[in-house]
DNA sequence: GTGGTCTAGACCACC
DNA sequence: GTGGTCTAGACCACA
């Protein structure tokens, strides 16, 4: 009900990201199964072949898996392969590095600035 | 030369950033020409239209401005150059922290996986 | 259809103006759905290239907008297009007093000559 | 000197301009001699074939004349055809009158418009 | 079918 | 040689 999509970026990426929230706040957990797709596709008013297409694109990123004729569940942590984390963590760090390079900051100096960010976060939740 | 292209994101864009960062970190410098559509398609390796739309879309956004017969230049020291550095900054961080968080890491795992980095470092660099 | 294209304004301007004017006129409401790009590219008479720059321009002028499957539409009465009728106005008349002043006729000269074809087309009426 | 230039215009119109309104306001006077080329270039900071093309432009349009060797002079009023001056007025005149039928103003606004425009004027000099 | 992007190649006005 | 415009035709993601 409450959805709202913006036009410039595609409508199945949104709800990605609304999925992505949803399992990261806990609203779903790990293991849980998830409505229908038509149900979540009346729920957020769009195409069934939309919502579709959220759902398979979030398998192939390991967020969810579907048991054949059982539906689609959460999928536990575990199930990601670590080693293709451990792989994609490296190369978004690498990314960042140079990216930061580029502007002319050390590791040192990111590292620094993440650490303040942190901080600042920390105190605002208290 | 070193160019690298994304295959999920529009050519031209990604030319804007990379013409936003040569800016960004100095490397042309405010005032300073800037070699032809031309010559900065072929360096590129994509179309000199593509090229055209890059140049004409950071024109737009005051980055650049074009002599018509003289070739174009880079923006005066206006508040538009000023807070360049800083925007690109934060869209660096901003998509780290997603990627991070798309693979379950929070900005204080972030923050703390970039110091242990920094601090590898030094003892190596001892 | 009744296309009339000058030499030495480019064409995607001329069908801007076109198309500003069917929107100030109330021809094409606000809400309204366009025509694709590729139909109006064939009534014009001109590739759709072309055609798509001219929207793409009036689209960030904000007097359209585009919903990427959907199609394009008229923006909703903002300011936007509430001025833009008075504006259209005043760059019309600037034009006729400008070329009117070109062949050596001042404002209160064609003042005068308005009034005169006025009345008489007002007496033929009779 | 005091010559600004835009950039999105062609430097010879700008001058063209500016030595049309000489004329029209009398800064210039009908049959008087112009200086030479590369004095009114080096005047307005140009490069001599623009301001020749310029020039040449406006002799084009009737409004400068040049003796062979004598060089050049602004025009009498007269030597511009009178027949070509009258056709000119008529098109203006069509022109404007359909952009503001296409506005839905009739030609009894359009001469009262430019009615009010002018008396406005008129007690502005006052 | 919709908008959007890209290439290849041409032509133009301007200086 | 410079930026700018235009065409013709292709391909893509999205719904």
Redesign the pocket.
Known sequence: MGWKFSDDV????QIMDGIKQRIATGDWAPGQKLPSVRELAVEAGV?P??MQ?ALAELEREGLLYAKRTAGRFVAERDEITEGLQEEMLQSYVKEFLDNMESLGYSLKDAAALLQRMSQQEERKGE
């Open positions: 595609p409508l199945y990426q195409n072949n939309t297409k």
